[in-house]
T-cell receptor, first 111, second 116 residues
Framework: KQEVTQIPAALSVPEGENLVLNCSFTDSAIYNLQWFRQDPGKGLTSLLLIQSSQREQTSGRLNASLDKSSGRSTLYIAASQPGDSATYLCAVSGSQGNLIFGKGTKLSVKP | ETGVTQSPTHLIKTRGQQVTLRCSSQSGHNTVSWYQQALGQGPQFIFQYYREEENGRGNFPPRFSGLQFPNYSSELNVNALELDDSALYLC???????????????FGEGSRLTVL
């Protein structure tokens, strides 16, 4: 059974700092991995999608990497801003085309 | 391009009642899936619909049921509501399976259900 773990559960950093969020998964047989952002009480906003054949994806200040063999992904946020404060969720594709999520990392960026 | 829209945004029900949640998928998306997110947890997969048929289901009891319509919109129905059904219910639609972004899910803002 696929399990997704995100570390740390919460993170507080000063504005301008570069940071890394970690995601690990137990079964390397995935089709893709997706990172999402969730603001309190809101839906999920897709940030980056990495197909199983890819190693990384970049969008603006965000860079996500994927190492299928070790079951790990990282989300790198450069020059963090207070507007980046949110919960970040990692999800891997399941056998039914569904997504299996971690519990998220709650990020707080202090001005 | 219109994104995924869900209604209602908030609702309160009592134990034993029934609820219907609605979702309009993003233009061009033919697959709709539903997720339940309890407070402080990641979303859990309920089921998925493709071309009006259920083609995947998570570990949820039969009182959770759904429909997909010819225009790809969808409904989630929950019967005999229990206190533990209180959660944010998220609908997602998927891109067609082609190209580098195949399989990417786009979510709506969710419906917050409170069961008293």
């Amino acid at each position: 059974k696929q399990e997704v773990t995100q570390i740390p559960a919460a993170l507080s950093v000063p504005e301008g700092e570069n940071l890394v969020l970690n995601c690990s998964f137990t079964d390397s047989a995935i089709y893709n991995l997706q990172w999402f952002r969730q603001d309190p009480g809101k839906g999920l906003t897709s940030l980056l999608l990495i197909q199983s054949s890819q190693r990384e994806q970049t969008s603006g200040r965000l860079n996500a990497s994927l190492d299928k063999s070790s079951g790990r992904s990282t989300l790198y946020i450069a020059a963090s801003q207070p507007g980046d404060s949110a919960t970040y969720l990692c999800a891997v594709s399941g056998s039914q085309g569904n997504l299996i999520f971690g519990k998220g990392t709650k990020l707080s960026v202090k001005p | 391009e219109t994104g995924v829209t869900q209604s209602p945004t908030h609702l309160i029900k009592t134990r034993g009642q029934q609820v219907t949640l609605r979702c309009s998928s993003q233009s061009g998306h033919n697959t709709v899936s539903w997720y339940q997110q309890a407070l402080g947890q990641g979303p859990q997969f309920i089921f998925q619909y493709y071309r009006e048929e259920e083609n995947g289901r998570g570990n949820f009891p039969p009182r959770f049921s759904g429909l997909q319509f010819p225009n790809y919109s969808s409904e989630l129905n929950v019967n005999a509501l229990e206190l533990d059904d209180s959660a944010l219910y998220l609908c997602a639609s998927s891109t067609p399976a082609s190209g580098i972004r195949a399989g990417e899910l786009f979510f709506g803002e969710g419906s917050r259900l409170t069961v008293l």
